[in-house]
């Protein structure tokens, strides 16, 4: 009988245990003390009732705590799934209830956020609160701190042979406007060797949390570095200065980041960022969204030009192409070449191959990292598949060197700050205001997040409604990222014969003078 393959925290808690795993503040944790609370944590999961493949919830703003209960959970073999602690109460309740949770973690102060999940979701065994104090933890939830002090620090017991033991669900956005759980077997060692190879990850890395935790980018790369023993600091609330402090202080190697927040730190005065020591800096993830050149430019000019790599990936489909330091500023526009183990096929829309450069096709891809199923949407993880291959509808074209170029998307999709959203379930909310007769709701250009959230309605004859009367309305339904920032008035949607709506006789005014059409 093979012996069971040790814990990558267990066997570094052993190796190393007086070396730092994670740093918060004035807080710090040896490997020793970060594995025994994660030991703690999921010995607790384990007493309730946790085992390869039960699905468990959680949500909390970054934190020491979230990094060891994303550790504890694998431990458990439990399948972790993220909660946006940014959505609104309603979106909270469907991913608890769509999930199947049989638990669920919170930050305390997120409890306003999921007390309509606790009243309304039946089958969640129980609500577990963290980082609260004496009083904080709501009387429909226990304290999973005080029950964590009274477990063992012992390793957990296995978790069994389930496929899905020790994974995440991530939900991502749909077109008809719910959420879908992304689900995804255990990462393949190939393709997570060959994507540490390329980039360069060692285990002296110290990894930035720029990103939420809760998004499946930010969390990845923070375990690749976090399992090859490197350490962890842990930002709760990005704010640029701080980053610029904490890069410098803690001598940072290596962060995530979409778009938005490097533009902050690079709008600062340039003798702010000129005063910090940002040399450290060795592998800058950009994702989550597309950078503008201009942005990438500026980053090489303030902080260095042998740093920072481009990924295009996505939930559904992992990293699929990088583009590295030494590419960004000849190959403008481009998100790089196919990562190691991962094959590209643009398609036409007749289903060939499209084996010419500079002919836009339909992105597919075909891997051992691919996902393996929406969670109860059988139909949309149909819709796709090309045979072996799969999309999440982009359109992209490639150079004579190989470099792939993302053009256009297929679906209506916005990509506000890094964030994915679907105009569907914004149409959905907005047309149940009384006022709305229709509205159609698509992505305009912003010069902080990259596009923002736009709506044209038509209003019932007679009937009134004020752009504050409708941040208002969507505002209860709806996360603040997804608050449309402008409305315009039309007589009717523009629709085709089939009854969808042509978004693009409204979206395309907005970018004419972009110099990168999104539609």
Same mark, same amino acid.
């Given at each position: 009988?093979?012996?069971?393959?040790?814990?990558?925290?267990?066997?570094?808690?052993?190796?190393?245990?007086?070396?730092t795993?994670?740093?918060?503040g004035?807080?710090?944790?040896?490997?020793?003390?970060? @594995?025994?609370?994660?030991?703690?944590?999921?010995?607790?999961?384990?007493?309730?009732?946790?085992?390869?493949?039960?699905?468990?919830?959680?949500? +909390?703003?970054?934190?020491?705590?979230v990094?060891?209960?994303?550790?504890?959970?694998?431990?458990?073999?439990?399948?972790?799934?993220?909660? @946006?602690?940014?959505? $609104?109460? %309603?979106?909270?309740?469907?991913?608890?209830? @769509? /999930?199947? #949770?049989?638990?669920?973690?919170?930050?305390?102060?997120?409890?306003?956020?999921?007390?309509?999940?606790?009243? %309304?979701?039946?089958?969640?065994?129980?609500?577990? /609160?963290?980082r609260?104090?004496?009083?904080?933890?709501?009387?429909?939830? #226990?304290?999973?701190?005080?029950?964590?002090?009274?477990?063992?620090?012992?390793?957990?017991?296995?978790?069994?042979?389930?496929?899905?033991?020790?994974?995440?669900?991530?939900?991502?956005s749909?077109?008809?406007?719910?959420?879908?759980g992304?689900?995804?077997?255990?990462?393949?060692?190939?393709?997570?060797?060959?994507?540490?190879?390329?980039?360069?990850?060692?285990?002296?890395?110290?990894?930035?949390?720029?990103?939420p935790?809760?998004?499946?980018?930010?969390? #990845?790369?923070?375990?690749?570095?976090?399992?090859?023993?490197?350490?962890?600091?842990?930002?709760?609330?990005?704010?640029?200065?701080?980053?610029?402090?904490?890069?410098?202080e803690?001598k940072?190697t290596?962060?995530?980041?979409?778009?938005?927040?490097?533009?902050?730190?690079?709008?600062?005065?340039?003798?702010?960022?000129?005063?910090?020591?940002?040399?450290?800096?060795?592998?800058?993830?950009?994702?989550? /969204?597309?950078?503008?050149?201009?942005?990438?430019?500026?980053?090489?000019?303030?902080?260095?030009d042998?740093?920072?790599?481009?990924?295009?990936?996505?939930?559904?489909?992992?990293?699929?192409?990088?583009?590295?330091?030494?590419?960004?500023?000849?190959?403008?526009?481009?998100?790089?070449?196919?990562?190691?183990?991962? %094959?590209?096929?643009?398609?036409?829309?007749?289903?060939?191959?499209?084996?010419?450069?500079?002919?836009?096709?339909?992105?597919?891809?075909?891997s051992?990292?691919?996902?393996?199923?929406y969670?109860?949407?059988?139909?949309?993880?149909?819709?796709?598949?090309?045979?072996?291959?799969?999309?999440? +509808?982009?359109?992209?074209?490639?150079?004579?060197?190989?470099?792939?170029?993302?053009?256009?998307?297929?679906?209506?999709?916005?990509?506000? +700050?890094?964030?994915?959203?679907?105009?569907?379930e914004?149409?959905?909310?907005?047309?149940? &205001?009384?006022?709305?007769?229709?509205? /159609?709701?698509?992505?305009?250009?912003?010069?902080?997040?990259?596009? $923002?959230? &736009?709506?044209?309605?038509?209003?019932?004859?007679?009937?009134?409604?004020?752009?504050?009367?409708?941040?208002?309305?969507?505002?209860?339904?709806?996360?603040?990222?997804?608050?449309?920032?402008?409305?315009?008035?039309?007589?009717?949607?523009?629709?085709?014969?089939?009854?969808?709506?042509?978004?693009?006789?409204?979206?395309?005014?907005?970018? %004419?003078?972009?110099?990168?059409?999104?539609?």
């Amino acid at each position: 009988m093979t012996a069971p393959v040790p814990d990558p925290l267990a066997a570094l808690a052993a190796a190393h245990p007086s070396k730092t795993a994670i740093i918060e503040g004035d807080r710090r944790l040896d490997y020793a003390a970060f @594995n025994a609370l994660v030991n703690r944590y999921a010995n607790v999961l384990v007493g309730l009732g946790v085992r390869a493949g039960t699905k468990v919830t959680w949500c +909390g703003r970054n934190s020491t705590e979230v990094v060891a209960l994303i550790a504890a959970l694998r431990k458990a073999g439990a399948v972790g799934v993220p909660l @946006n602690y940014r959505l $609104s109460p %309603e979106e909270a309740s469907y991913v608890v209830a @769509n /999930a199947d #949770s049989a638990l669920v973690l919170f930050d305390v102060e997120q409890a306003p956020q999921l007390e309509l999940a606790a009243r %309304e979701v039946k089958g969640v065994r129980g609500w577990l /609160a963290f980082r609260g104090g004496a009083g904080d933890v709501p009387d429909w939830a #226990s304290d999973l701190d005080a029950d964590a002090a009274a477990s063992p620090e012992t390793e957990p017991a296995a978790a069994g042979d389930d496929p899905a033991a020790g994974t995440a669900m991530f939900y991502t956005s749909g077109t008809t406007g719910k959420p879908k759980g992304v689900v995804r077997g255990q990462p393949d060692p190939e393709i997570v060797i060959g994507l540490v190879t390329e980039i360069g990850y060692q285990p002296d890395d110290v990894y930035l949390t720029t990103g939420p935790l809760y998004h499946s980018g930010p969390m #990845s790369f923070m375990l690749i570095v976090q399992q090859m023993g490197g350490t962890v600091v842990v930002m709760r609330d990005f704010d640029p200065r701080r980053w610029l402090e904490l890069v410098e202080e803690h001598k940072v190697t290596a962060t995530f980041s979409a778009p938005t927040p490097i533009r902050r730190v690079l709008d600062l005065p340039d003798e702010v960022v000129a005063a910090r020591d940002l040399s450290s800096l060795r592998r800058f993830i950009a994702n989550a /969204a597309p950078w503008p050149f201009e942005l990438k430019r500026r980053y090489v000019e303030k902080i260095g030009d042998g740093s920072l790599f481009e990924v295009y990936g996505s939930t559904e489909l992992g990293v699929d192409t990088i583009l590295r330091p030494q590419d960004q500023m000849r190959k403008p526009g481009s998100c790089g070449r196919p990562a190691p183990g991962i %094959e590209i096929a643009l398609f036409d829309d007749k289903g060939e191959r499209v084996e010419d450069p500079h002919v836009p096709g339909d992105l597919y891809v075909r891997s051992k990292a691919t996902f393996d199923a929406y969670y109860k949407a059988d139909r949309k993880f149909e819709d796709a598949k090309l045979g072996e291959w799969l999309t999440v +509808g982009d359109i992209a074209y490639r150079d004579e060197e190989g470099f792939y170029y993302i053009c256009d998307r297929r679906t209506d999709m916005i990509i506000s +700050g890094g964030v994915n959203i679907y105009p569907a379930e914004i149409e959905a909310v907005l047309t149940a &205001h009384p006022a709305i007769a229709d509205a /159609a709701v698509f992505g305009v250009p912003s010069q902080e997040w990259g596009e $923002s959230v &736009h709506a044209a309605i038509v209003v019932h004859p007679g009937a009134e409604a004020t752009d504050a009367d409708l941040d208002a309305f969507c505002r209860e339904h709806l996360a603040s990222y997804k608050v449309p920032r402008g409305f315009d008035r039309i007589a009717e949607v523009p629709r085709n014969p089939s009854g969808k709506a042509l978004k693009r006789q409204l979206r395309d005014p907005y970018w %004419e003078s972009q110099e990168k059409k999104i539609g």
